[in-house]
């Protein structure tokens, strides 16, 4: 899968522009040479044929220079002195447009520019989804479960190898530095999510997480992990639909465990 990078590196998109823009005069060099080639083989023509047979069978031998498929064994002295000095331009074009093409869509940027532009167009139709916000234990084992069950997951992180970690895993990604995470969650499709669900064990950060998320789409069920009781009250005065705090989840958990037990050995 694709990660979106929210901190794009700008030169991306300037190697890009470069790339297009040495495109065109390569191709413009190629067509005047085509052009020049055709004309002068016309004018090397002294055969009786029309200006329209002759004109087609120009272009023709043009083309088959170009595309080095040509078979000129019926030229006289001059047409063939002619297509060996074409050929040598020919040949000088193409190695010049090589070396002012080739390489230069290789860089990193680059590769991040067109992973950008890929997960935007998923963007546009991403609806239904559920947004994690980190992908450490928590937040991995959660988007798993999801998957499992068919749900499409976008994962939020701010950390290069836990995104690739949830790339590798069939998850849409999305990676920003934590002091753009705006950014990020504007460009999550909050309008169109089925919830959004906080991992990081970083309780500031959830809660700015949560503010913001609520702030962008106040309907949406945000479910946050918490510490304690003061917390998950701060979270739910910042917007948040469910706090769930892991220590009471085990403590119930053992406690229903040991009065299973009790009870069965009674």
């Known amino acids: 899968m694709w990660i979106y990078h929210v901190n794009e590196p700008r030169l991306g998109a300037v190697r890009v522009r470069e790339w297009r823009r040495r495109a065109r005069h390569a191709i413009a060099l190629l067509v005047l040479l085509l052009v ?40 006289d002295v001059r047409q063939k002195l002619f297509m060996l000095a074409a050929m040598f331009v020919t040949m000088l074009v193409a190695a010049f ?9 290789s860089g990193d940027d680059v590769m991040t520019f067109r992973e950008n532009r890929i997960m935007e167009r998923k963007f546009e139709h991403l ?32 950390d290069q190898a836990l995104a690739d970690r949830a790339a590798e895993r069939g998850h849409l990604v999305i990676l920003c530095a934590p002091d753009v995470f705006d950014d990020a969650l504007k460009r999550a499709r909050l309008d169109s ?15 700015a997480v949560t503010l913001v998320a609520h702030t962008l789409n106040k309907s949406l069920p945000i479910f946050v992990h918490g510490e304690n009781d003061l917390r998950k009250t701060m979270l739910e005065s910042a917007g948040a639909t469910r706090v769930v705090i892991g220590d009471e989840i085990l403590a119930d958990a053992l406690v229903d465990k040991l009065t299973a037990d009790a009870g069965a050995m009674t």
Do not use: C, Y
């Open 36 to 75: 020049a080639a055709t004309t002068g083989l016309m004018l090397l023509d002294q055969s009786n044929a029309s200006l329209t047979t002759r004109l087609f069978n120009a272009a023709w031998d043009a083309v088959n220079l170009i595309t080095t498929l040509g078979d000129f064994s019926d030229f």
């Open 97 to 105: 447009a090589l070396s002012r093409l080739t390489g230069i869509l």
């Open 127 to 158: 609806a239904g989804h559920v947004v994690v916000v980190g992908f450490r234990s928590l937040g991995e084992r959660i988007a798993e479960k999801l998957q499992r069950a068919g749900v499409n997951v976008l994962v939020l992180v701010a």
């Open 193 to 207: 999510a089925r919830a959004l669900v906080v991992t990081s064990p970083d309780s500031n950060a959830n809660l």
